[in-house]
């Protein structure tokens, strides 16, 4: 009975440790859409540490960029995605 439990027991580590990646790798990209964000953000207020044309920091750098980061976060956030 105890070899069953250590059995059972080793299968949730693997299921929670996989699960605790997905999770930390999941929040960095929230963390990093946040930042994408913020420096389209401070741009527009016309501090722009990043030199590069306004042009193209709307159409790569911008909002459009931390919208894509946040939802690939959000996949990966799920334990079991649907795609």
Known sequence: MAGLRRAKR???????????KR??????LFGLAGLVAAQHLVAHAGWRP???PM???????????AIVLAILGGIMLDPKPRI
């Open 50 to 52: 990043i030199p590069i």
């Open 23 to 28: 999770r930390l790798a999941s929040w960095t």
């Open 10 to 20: 080793s299968d949730i580590d693997k299921q929670l440790s996989n699960w605790t």
């Open 55 to 65: 042009g193209w920091q709307d159409t790569l750098l911008g909002y459009p960029t």
